[in-house]
């Protein structure tokens, strides 16, 4: 790219103010077409450089509106990047909004009209489904709201019959966020069966803040807020020979690149001693994270004040109950963790970094060939650095760090109305309707060649596995509206799986046939994986909460490792009107998306 433009798009990238971003546009207008691709680069920092924050926007008025262009850009390496860019250039911006807020987003999918066809039953095309597309292809796409808990309907978050194609006119998201929508992070993404993967390691991800955690929990009220996003991508400079070392993929830290086999941290920049407010999402396809904050090598507590969105003991009183001092925290592919920082001293080595993390033994042949592959694991996760945490004093002096970081701002304090989540009855105590049990499950495609790549299945116990069907809109399963089930989800397989459900969260009761007192909900939860010679297999015991009358209809349930997603491990699960329920499912009945 040719000097004049990167510094285009590093300027876009930074957010540059009105008068730098007139100058850009002229530039970009003046020179046509060679500054249209810079425009369509997907811009991403330096190694080493500052992990700015993401740009944000705010609803105003109770409403956000946003225009987002889905774009993708080759790199020199030969990489493709996916991003998401609203009008002003800005890239995977913040969605910030209030419970009660209305959001708008108008999406146009800006990507060439290229890729293997893989054509869908033509019923597919028949009146409901949401867009009417019949063909998908590795162009096609649409958004996840990941963890918002809002109806599975077209137009709001329903992945299963929305696919936008280059061709598509733009499509309106539009939906309400619940008044009584827990405070926390969340976030967007791309779930086209089948090409999900590829475009979520490209970077197609982007965080959303729903307001109000400070009223959770008073602790974090008035302290800096930090948003860090990881997400992984195709290792850049792979090995020439096999090496245990080289990860399956490489990491990004608020895209700034952390690459094998160097692993050039990024910088975070804090005042000394500072307590800060950290929201971290691991919007990875693939890679599981277990986080650290170490100084001078030691591990340091981390105060847990939200996991996947929910504020921890959320609805209840007595704010000093909500934090959990964790000495790391693990996440796996689309996990969030929200916690309390206490910065280090001057002169202290501070380092964010993730631990290694044993997803099975290696060998496993995800990937259509070894050959193709010089790592020894296409799933290995080892300790790397994400970013080095650099004191600047109060003279204002960073030790050399690029002078241009914006301050962290202070949560913003969100005048709402008092929050209701405590009045509803827990799902603690909610008296399950039914027990399932469902397992993850992996087989060669071509049994006689050990080579050959896997099938990926997830099944209820006495149903026969099939990979998920993108023509089928035949529910897997069949709750009502006003039910509370158990699921017992095991792993049948030698490498690990992330469960994750759309439109509720869970409760998780026991793990491996031990019960727990969690006193939070989740939305993606790590099943370990099975030795291959025990006798019990690996599971984790969740309580699904089917309660809320806006959730009806027809939605996913899968594997969030999205190399197992896209390769079949999904199932539909409709939720049915409450009247057409029967016998004592109704007792359970309540308002609460995820109260406890
Ligand atoms: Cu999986």
Same mark, same amino acid.
């Given at each position: 790219?040719?000097?004049?433009?990167?510094?285009?798009?590093?300027?876009?990238?930074?957010?540059?103010?009105?008068?730098?971003?007139?100058?850009?546009?002229?530039?970009?207008?003046?020179?046509?077409?060679?500054?249209?691709?810079?425009?369509?680069?997907? !811009?991403?920092?330096?190694?080493?450089?500052?992990? =700015?924050?993401?740009?944000?926007?705010?609803?105003?008025?109770?409403?956000?509106?946003?225009?987002?262009?889905?774009?993708?850009?080759?790199?020199?390496?030969?990489?493709?990047?996916?991003?998401?860019?609203?009008?002003?250039?800005? =890239?995977?911006?913040?969605?910030?909004?209030?419970?009660?807020?209305?959001?708008?987003?108008?999406?146009?999918?800006?990507?060439?009209?290229?890729?293997?066809?893989?054509?869908?039953?033509?019923?597919?095309? /028949?009146?409901?489904?949401?867009?009417?597309?019949?063909?998908?292809?590795?162009?096609?796409?649409?958004?996840?709201?990941?963890?918002?808990?809002?109806?599975?309907?077209?137009?709001?978050?329903?992945?299963?019959?929305?696919?936008?194609?280059?061709?598509?006119?733009?499509?309106?998201? /539009?939906?309400?966020?619940?008044?009584?929508?827990?405070?926390?992070?969340?976030?967007?993404?791309?779930?086209?069966?089948?090409?999900?993967?590829?475009?979520?390691?490209?970077?197609?991800?982007?965080?959303?803040?729903?307001?109000?955690?400070?009223?959770? $929990?008073?602790?974090?009220?008035?302290?800096?807020?930090?948003?860090?996003?990881?997400?992984? =991508?195709?290792?850049?400079?792979?090995?020439?020979?096999?090496?245990?070392?080289?990860?399956?993929?490489?990491?990004?830290?608020?895209?700034?690149?952390?690459?094998?086999?160097?692993?050039?941290?990024?910088?975070?920049?804090?005042?000394?001693?500072?307590?800060?407010?950290?929201?971290?999402?691991?919007?990875?396809?693939?890679?599981?994270?277990?986080? =650290? +904050?170490?100084?001078?090598?030691?591990?340091?507590?981390?105060?847990?004040?939200?996991?996947?969105?929910?504020?921890? /003991?959320?609805?209840?009183? $007595?704010?000093?109950?909500?934090?959990?001092?964790?000495?790391?925290?693990?996440?796996?592919?689309?996990?969030?963790?929200?916690?309390?920082?206490?910065?280090?001293?001057?002169?202290?080595?501070?380092?964010?970094?993730?631990?290694?993390?044993?997803?099975?033994?290696?060998?496993?042949?995800?990937?259509?060939?070894?050959?193709?592959?010089?790592?020894?694991?296409?799933?290995?996760?080892?300790?790397?650095?994400?970013?080095?945490?650099?004191?600047?004093?109060?003279?204002?002096?960073?030790?050399?760090?690029?002078?241009? +970081?914006?301050?962290?701002?202070?949560?913003?304090?969100?005048?709402?109305?008092?929050?209701?989540?405590?009045?509803?009855?827990?799902?603690?105590?909610?008296?399950?309707?039914?027990?399932?049990?469902?397992?993850?499950?992996?087989?060669?495609?071509?049994?006689? $060649?050990?080579?050959?790549?896997?099938?990926? %299945?997830?099944?209820?116990?006495?149903?026969?596995?099939?990979?998920?069907?993108?023509?089928?809109?035949?529910?897997?399963?069949? +709750?009502?509206?006003?039910?509370?089930?158990?699921?017992?989800?095991?792993?049948?397989?030698?490498?690990?799986?992330? %469960?994750?459900?759309?439109?509720?969260?869970?409760?998780?009761?026991?793990?491996?046939?031990?019960?727990?007192?969690?006193?939070?909900?989740?939305?993606?939860?790590? +099943?370990?994986?099975?030795?291959?010679?025990?006798?019990?297999?690996?599971?984790?015991?969740?309580?699904?909460?089917?309660?809320?009358?806006?959730?009806?209809?027809?939605?996913?349930?899968?594997?969030?490792?999205?190399?197992?997603?896209?390769?079949?491990?999904?199932?539909?699960?409709?939720?049915? !009107?409450?009247?057409?329920?029967?016998?004592?499912?109704?007792?359970?009945?309540?308002?609460?998306?995820?109260?406890?």
């Amino acid at each position: 790219m040719p000097p004049v433009f990167s510094r285009i798009g590093r300027a876009l990238w930074r957010g540059c103010p009105l008068p730098c971003l007139l100058f850009s546009l002229c530039l970009l207008t003046a020179s046509g077409a060679r500054a249209q691709s810079a425009f369509e680069a997907c !811009p991403r920092p330096q190694a080493g450089s500052v992990a =700015q924050p993401p740009p944000e926007l705010r609803s105003q008025n109770g409403v956000l509106e946003v225009h987002f262009s889905f774009r993708t850009f080759t790199d020199a390496a030969g990489v493709s990047r996916y991003c998401y860019l609203t009008s002003d250039g800005s =890239q995977a911006p913040t969605l910030r909004l209030r419970p009660g807020d209305l959001l708008v987003l108008h999406f146009k999918n800006d990507l060439p009209a290229v890729g293997a066809a893989l054509p869908m039953h033509s019923h597919d095309a /028949r009146p409901g489904a949401c867009t009417g597309a019949s063909t998908m292809t590795a162009s096609s796409t649409n958004l996840h709201f990941h963890g918002l808990v809002i109806p599975p309907k077209c137009h709001q978050d329903e992945t299963v019959t929305t696919l936008l194609q280059p061709s598509s006119p733009e499509f309106e998201y /539009r939906f309400r966020v619940p008044k009584d929508h827990p405070p926390g992070l969340y976030w967007y993404h791309p779930h086209p069966h089948g090409f999900s993967e590829a475009q979520v390691l490209g970077g197609a991800s982007g965080a959303m803040i729903i307001e109000g955690i400070e009223r959770a $929990n008073p602790l974090v009220s008035g302290l800096p807020e930090r948003l860090l996003i990881v997400r992984d =991508q195709r290792v850049e400079s792979p090995a020439t020979k096999p090496d245990p070392n080289q990860p399956g993929k490489d990491l990004s830290l608020n895209f700034v690149p952390v690459s094998y086999p160097g692993y050039t941290p990024a910088v975070l920049t804090i005042k000394p001693g500072q307590r800060e407010f950290w929201r971290v999402l691991n919007a990875s396809a693939d890679t599981y994270l277990d986080l =650290q +904050v170490l100084f001078g090598g030691k591990p340091q507590y981390l105060g847990v004040v939200g996991l996947d969105g929910v504020p921890i /003991r959320y609805g209840t009183p $007595n704010a000093e109950k909500h934090i959990l001092w964790e000495s790391h925290v693990l996440l796996p592919p689309a996990g969030r963790a929200e916690f309390v920082v206490n910065g280090p001293a001057t002169g202290v080595d501070a380092q964010l970094i993730t631990q290694a993390v044993e997803t099975g033994p290696p060998g496993d042949a995800d990937t259509a060939s070894p050959a193709s592959t010089p790592a020894a694991d296409d799933d290995n996760t080892p300790s790397r650095p994400l970013a080095r945490i650099l004191v600047k004093d109060s003279d204002g002096n960073d030790g050399g760090a690029d002078q241009s +970081v914006r301050a962290t701002s202070a949560l913003p304090v969100y005048q709402g109305q008092p929050e209701n989540a405590s009045s509803f009855p827990p799902l603690a105590e909610a008296t399950p309707v039914r027990q399932r049990r469902i397992y993850f499950s992996e087989k060669p495609r071509d049994p006689k $060649n050990p080579n050959a790549t896997m099938q990926f %299945f997830i099944t209820e116990e006495g149903h026969t596995p099939k990979v998920f069907d993108s023509s089928s809109r035949v529910p897997d399963i069949v +709750v009502h509206q006003g039910d509370v089930e158990d699921w017992l989800i095991e792993n049948r397989s030698s490498e690990t799986h992330a %469960f994750h459900i759309h439109q509720t969260h869970f409760l998780v009761l026991e793990r491996h046939g031990v019960p727990v007192r969690e006193p939070y909900l989740r939305d993606t939860i790590n +099943v370990p994986y099975w030795d291959g010679f025990t006798p019990d297999y690996p599971s984790i015991k969740l309580r699904l909460d089917f309660r809320d009358p806006a959730i009806v209809g027809t939605f996913p349930y899968h594997c969030h490792i999205l190399q197992h997603e896209d390769g079949g491990m999904m199932g539909l699960i409709r939720v049915e !009107p409450a009247e057409k329920s029967t016998g004592p499912a109704k007792s359970n009945s309540a308002k609460t998306p995820a109260g406890r």
